[in-house]
């Protein structure tokens, strides 16, 4: 297999690992499309871990805020799960 | 006959494992304090020195040295752009506040303003967070308590200490999305919406007179200034005009920042 066709498995952790970092480096909106765009593709447990470190870094912990990540990665996870399965096969 | 419903059950009981692993850790934080939090803040502080360190090492190697050299050019005149702005605001600010008080008799000399604050280092992104806020590497060691005010070098407030770690603490925009803040300009007190980037808006009525580059004051956060006015926005069929506050600093371009004690 050449390095221009890869592999599932590596697409899923590049864009993963692009999320996790942007979360820390990049402009709110990349950790967003890596997990819209995860979410859309594969049952990616790496878009609930991309929400919680968002919503752990960013919030502003003045009482209890609405963890807006967090909820949005649980729900693009659960929501896109039959689309994947009837799309996606 | 195979039943034509019969998923893998595998990737969905993991990720029913990570949606409980992750909803617990979130408790987890908030019932301890936001124990995770500081960790995970103190972890972002570490690798963002790290990125810096191996950035200037690659830039010091020579390779790029033609992009580096532009993008540090345009940087500092970015910066020094940004300072002369800031400058003429605080000029600004000053030259109400005299006038202000030459109008008094007898001047009440207050400390308030000389009250003795921490410098501190901005050790995020403002554009990486989508909440309004950054952090700035001191925290409670550092004698950074909740609610402190964060200035810039000019006097102007960019928010305030919303949640302390060890050596970290979050500050939230002044100007963060969706936030409100009560400010005064032109002798009038009015609501002021925040969009982010240190840019808000304000209905005013239009009777009121307002100038462009007018200091715009917060009574909430011990009559300093917020930002300045940046553009006025009237018709003639409105009874109000739009005022659109600006501060006159560039936060992307923020690397230190002064943080006020609150004095109760």
């Known amino acids: 297999m050449s390095i221009f066709s890869p592999s599932e498995t590596k697409v899923r952790f590049a864009v993963g690992a692009v999320g996790i970092a942007g979360a820390f480096f990049l402009p709110w909106w990349v950790p967003l499309a890596c997990m819209i765009g995860l979410s859309l593709r594969y049952p990616a447990w790496e878009v609930l871990v991309i929400g919680l470190v968002m919503d752990l870094l960013w919030l502003p912990g003045q009482g209890f805020e609405i963890p807006v990540f967090l909820l949005a990665g649980i729900a693009l996870v659960w929501i896109c799960a039959p689309l994947r399965q009837q799309f996606l096969r | ?264």
């Open chain 2, 1 to 264: 006959m195979m039943n034509s419903y019969r998923q893998n059950k595998s990737p969905h009981r993991r990720l029913f494992a990570f949606t409980a692993l992750v909803l617990f850790l979130f408790l987890v934080d908030v019932l301890t304090g936001g124990s995770v939090r500081h960790q995970l803040r103190g972890g972002a502080v570490v690798l963002r020195k790290w990125s810096a360190y191996i950035g200037g090492s690659v830039a010091g190697s020579g390779l790029l040295s033609t992009r580096a050299s532009l993008e540090a050019q345009n940087r500092s005149l970015a910066e020094e752009l940004a300072q002369y702005e800031e400058r003429a605001g605080a000029y600004e600010v000053l030259r109400v506040e005299n006038e202000e008080l030459r109008s008094f008799v007898r001047l009440v000399d207050s400390t308030s303003r000389e009250a003795r604050g921490v410098t501190a280092p901005v050790v995020s992104s403002v554009r990486t967070s989508p909440y309004g806020t950054f952090l700035i590497g001191a925290g409670e060691a550092e004698g950074i308590v909740r609610g402190s005010y964060v200035l810039t070098s000019g006097g102007f407030v960019v928010g305030t200490v919303s949640d302390t770690g060890a050596h970290t603490a979050t500050v939230a925009e002044v100007f963060a999305p969706g936030a409100s803040v009560e400010a005064m300009a032109g002798g009038a007190t009015f609501s002021a919406a925040g969009s982010g980037g240190g840019n808000a808006r304000a209905k005013v009525p239009r009777a009121l007179t307002i100038r462009q580059n007018e200091p715009v004051l917060a009574p909430q956060l011990g009559q300093r200034p917020i930002g300045i006015v940046g553009s006025i926005a009237s018709s003639t069929a409105s009874a109000s005009q739009e005022l659109f506050i600006v501060l006159p600093v560039n936060l992307s371009s923020l690397r230190y920042v002064y943080i006020l004690p609150v004095r109760n």
